[in-house]
């Protein structure tokens, strides 16, 4: 992955008075702060999703970090549709994702619903591959499951765009997925977007 930075305007650099000496104790918004392999990752990529004309966007934790929820991301999640899978997997050929191929997995946590645990299953035609120590994983028609409940719909949704270093992305709705987690019944993911809400109006109103 190369980023020449050709075209960008140069940075600013003022002048300050330097801190006094002492540890720095970190804020919540240091300890989430993207990590930069993924941000110059996020930079080198979206310009070429971008030439795709593919409808996208960023999903798991990655699209909720960059919207103020606290949590971690360790990867790249990206959305698309059933014929956006194969337009990104072309446009990031230099990357040798893999083959795009039908993926259905149960995942990780269950569903915990009226006092029951369910199975979680998803399914998308999907791709992969590793850049720059970053792992990328791309969805085409990405759908869940609850128990023997039948699939969901394939998500498709309208994103909230956010301009990272000039460079435009696009995210998953904070509304859309809190709405996800009630339905999985993990109240603790959507109290996450709950606080983010609030450290958003209370900045606002402050």
Not at 50 to 57: E, I, K, L, M
Request: hydrophobic share 40%; net charge negative.
């Amino acid at each position: 992955m190369s980023d020449s930075g050709a075209g960008r305007p140069a940075t600013r650099i003022e002048a300050h008075t330097p801190s006094p000496p002492g540890p720095k104790v970190p804020t919540a918004e240091d300890v989430y702060t993207v990590p930069l392999p993924i941000v110059r990752c996020l930079l080198d990529l979206a310009p070429r999703i971008h030439q795709s004309g593919a409808w996208w966007s960023l999903g798991g934790d990655l699209a909720e970090n960059m919207l103020n929820v606290h949590v971690r991301p360790t990867e790249i999640t990206i959305l698309t549709d059933l014929a956006g899978i194969d337009a990104i997997s072309g446009v990031l050929s230099n990357y040798r994702p893999a083959p795009v191929a039908e993926r259905e997995r149960r995942v990780e946590r269950d569903g915990e619903l009226d006092g029951q645990r369910y199975p979680i299953f998803e399914r998308s035609r999907f791709t992969e591959f590793t850049t720059g120590g970053v792992r990328v994983l791309v969805h085409g028609d990405y759908q869940l499951k609850v128990g023997e409940w039948e699939w969901g719909d394939p998500l498709f949704f309208e994103p909230t765009f956010m301009s990272l270093a000039g460079t435009s992305i696009p995210l998953m709705p904070l509304k859309l997925k809190s709405e996800m987690y009630i339905t999985l019944g993990w109240v603790d993911r959507a109290m996450l977007i709950s606080d983010a809400y609030l450290r958003a109006h209370s900045s606002t109103h402050g």
